[in-house]
């Protein structure tokens, strides 16, 4: 008698060539709208094709992935893993219909870019402007993330090429310096430390209330580091997630905070905030540019290039001339 495989520990396995895009997607619809019937006319299927897909899903799957009630529906423990991972198939699949509308369109390639938010708001959109104009046929998929969540798209094949401030691990990969930035510190107008334009001490300002990024983001691992180096705790009052909004913050009087000079003054100067430099060896940052290591891929290659400080490129190529 053979044993049961489920009973012995072993992990069921799935036959995916019965999930259907359309039944993926009719799964999303379920879980959005609570609703099979509304699921079934945004599907644009009758309601009991749309009750039968949905069964053959779950006996596919060998669980329910919706509870029924007289309400409608409303997913169950496997249903929201089922649409968490259904929804990034569908959007692969959007993606993959975009692309091949634009290679009729002569756009012959997408490369994917993941860059940290002081990349984008201070160095990027005039490179990659310039980089269009230089390779119309390309198109360049920028995401936002913080630098721990560009490197590891990188390393986890969802970018191409990564975009971020030192300090993440970049073993394996091919890295290049990209630009330098410098982080000043930045509170409202009439704070107390604000009357002085000298270059401040980060210790010095601990026992301030702090506005910051969100967790992964470069400046706020240094800003931890500094202060456990320092035998002080850091009071971090609030995270959000763009300069824009903890600038907001700081105007408002909750607190203090640090950000990149070049992204930061123009709200600065808008906002009539105040600012200063630190005097921290580690306001002075570099940030990278990354690619997979022996990145076989030509046009990643160029772009990674073509991103990296110039100044670098000549010094790289030209090494007897120095």
């Keep these: 008698m053979k044993a049961d495989p489920q009973a012995a520990g072993t992990p069921p396995s799935y036959n995916l060539a019965r999930f259907d895009m359309v039944s993926i997607r009719l799964a999303v619809a379920c879980a959005q709208s609570g609703s099979l019937t509304a699921a079934a006319r945004n599907s644009h299927l009758a309601l009991a094709a749309a009750s039968r897909r949905i069964r053959d899903l779950e006996h596919a799957l060998g669980v329910p992935l919706f509870e029924r009630h007289s309400r409608g529906l409303s997913p169950t423990g496997a249903g929201r893993v089922f649409v968490k991972h259904g929804l990034t198939l569908l959007q692969t699949m959007h993606q993959l219909g975009d692309e091949l509308a634009d290679l009729q369109r002569g756009i012959a390639r997408h490369i994917r870019l993941c860059a940290s938010s002081a990349a984008i708001s201070q160095f990027l959109p005039p490179l990659l402007a310039r980089y269009g104009e230089l390779h119309p046929q390309v198109h360049i998929d920028v995401e936002e993330q913080v630098s721990e969540g560009a490197v590891s798209a990188l390393r986890e094949g ?91 913050m700081v105007a408002s009087g909750l607190g203090i905070a640090i950000l990149p000079k070049g992204a930061s003054l123009p709200i600065i100067k808008s906002m009539k905030l105040g600012w200063r430099p630190l005097a921290d060896a580690w306001a002075q940052r570099q940030l990278l540019v990354a690619t997979a290591a022996g990145q076989p891929d030509p046009g990643v290659g160029q772009l990674a290039e073509f991103l990296a400080d110039p100044s670098q490129n000549a010094k790289t190529r030209h090494p007897k001339q120095e």
Excluded: Y
């Design 158 to 248: 969802r970018t191409d090429v990564a975009v971020f401030v030192e300090g993440p691990d970049t073993a394996g990969l091919d890295t290049r310096l990209f630009r330098r930035d410098e982080l000043v510190l930045v509170l409202a107008a009439t704070h107390r430390l604000a009357r002085l334009k000298t270059p401040l001490a980060f210790a010095d300002a601990l026992d301030e209330e702090w506005i910051s990024l969100t967790a992964g983001a470069a400046m706020l691992q240094k800003q931890q580091q500094a202060a456990l180096a320092a035998n002080r705790p850091l009071k971090l009052r609030m995270q959000v997630r763009s300069f824009d909004a903890v600038c907001h």
